[in-house]
Every structure is written in structure tokens, then in C-alpha cells.
């Protein structure tokens, strides 16, 4: 059993940066797959950013790409991401996620959730 709690998310000029931190509680932190999803209203959940057990691969939206970095401290059960050059399409409640599937892009191949944290991106 995992438990997950984001925080840093705000209010945000674009073209600032912010950094998402996700907690987690439970002993398997450190054998799950991580990932990143966003919900912008009106919108389905979207896949953002993902980060396989180790922190040695990660994988991007392509929306994101070049943008975002996500990253992992398996020592303090957390994982991050931060947010660059941010853009009002970025505006959306995000969400962390815990899995099993290294390489997943995909609601289901998560199985833990966080509440989520706001972002929104000002013009």
C-alpha cells in the first residue's frame, strides 16, 4: 500500500517555473514505477511525466518535453517535478501516481493516486 500527497502547486505567471513534490508512505515506494498526470477542466486526466523505480529512466508528454523534469528521492519517499517555462495550457490540477508498469502512460497501469494539487498559469 502506497499513500501519496502533493504540494507546491499555485498561482504562476507564465513563463515562471514552479516544483511539484509528491510524499508517499508505504514500505513499496521504492519498487513502483512514479508518474505525473494533469486534469485541466472539461478534460480527461492526461498523462504529464513518468519515472521508473531506480530515477534512471523517464519518459515525457510531448507537450512537456524540454519543459518539465521529473525526478525521484528514494531515501526521502518523494518525487518531484519540476515545471519550466510554464504556459497557460499548462493550467490544470496534477496528480501523482504509483504503479508497477515502467514506461506507462496509461491510468490504469498506475494504481495509487494523490488528492492532486492546483496549478494555474497566468497570462
Known amino acids: 500500500q502506497v499513500q501519496l500527497v502533493e504540494s507546491g502547486g499555485g498561482l504562476v505567471q507564465a513563463g515562471n517555473s514552479l516544483r511539484l513534490s509528491c510524499a508517499a508512505s508505504?514500505?513499496?515506494?521504492?519498487?513502483?514505477?512514479m508518474g505525473w498526470f494533469r486534469q485541466a477542466p472539461g478534460k480527461e486526466r492526461e498523462f504529464v511525466a513518468g519515472?521508473?523505480?531506480?530515477?534512471?529512466?523517464?519518459y515525457y508528454a510531448d507537450s512537456v518535453k524540454g519543459r518539465f523534469t521529473i525526478s525521484r528521492d528514494n531515501a526521502k519517499n518523494t518525487m518531484y517535478l519540476q515545471m519550466n517555462s510554464l504556459k497557460t495550457e499548462d493550467t490544470a490540477v496534477y496528480f501523482c501516481?504509483?504503479?508497477?508498469?515502467?514506461?506507462?502512460?496509461?491510468?490504469?497501469?498506475?494504481?495509487?493516486w494523490g488528492q492532486g494539487t492546483q496549478v494555474t498559469v497566468s497570462s
Open positions: 501516481a504509483a504503479g508497477v508498469v515502467r514506461g506507462g502512460r496509461r491510468i490504469e497501469d498506475y494504481n495509487y
Open positions: 508505504g514500505r513499496t515506494f521504492g519498487n513502483n514505477a
Open positions: 519515472i521508473s523505480w531506480s530515477g534512471a529512466f523517464t
